[in-house]
């Protein structure tokens, strides 16, 4: 199984950008996918995950109603899209894989695969 993060940059605060995360390797029913970032100096923190079956997204509280996450499962591909930057948002973002649904979406510890990170830089 492979992830495959991109999109992220450089933006200014008010702006947005959208982020992909591909996987690949297998097919994915039951699976969810988070993303997490990790800011300078800080632990990787939940920001948002869906599963395949869709019908709930979850969000950190920091990033509801400017993030909102869906996953193509056509494409197999989840798409971040996040408008509003603002510079606290600035971190490496990462995708990952958890192939159980019943865990805690928000735990790191759920997911066992990890995309290589992205990183986004909103400067003010």
């Known amino acids: 199984v492979q992830l495959q993060a991109s999109g992220g940059g450089l933006v200014q605060a008010g702006g947005s950008l959208r982020l992909s995360c591909a996987a690949s390797?297998?097919?994915?029913?039951?699976?969810?996918m988070g993303w997490f970032r990790q800011a300078p100096g800080k632990g990787r923190e939940f920001v948002a995950a869906?599963?395949?079956?869709?019908?709930?997204?979850d969000y950190a509280h920091s990033v509801r109603g400017r993030f909102t996450f869906s996953i193509d499962t056509a494409k197999n591909t989840g798409y971040l899209q996040m408008n509003s930057l603002q510079p606290e948002d600035t971190a490496v973002y990462y995708c990952?894989?958890?192939?159980?649904?019943?865990?805690?979406?928000?735990?790191?510890?759920?997911?066992?695969?990890w995309g290589q990170g992205t990183l986004v830089t909103v400067s003010s």
């Open positions: 869906d599963s395949w079956s869709g019908g709930y997204t």
């Open positions: 990952a894989l958890n192939s159980y649904s019943d865990s805690d979406w928000a735990d790191r510890i759920s997911y066992d695969c």
């Open positions: 390797g297998r097919t994915f029913n039951g699976y969810v």
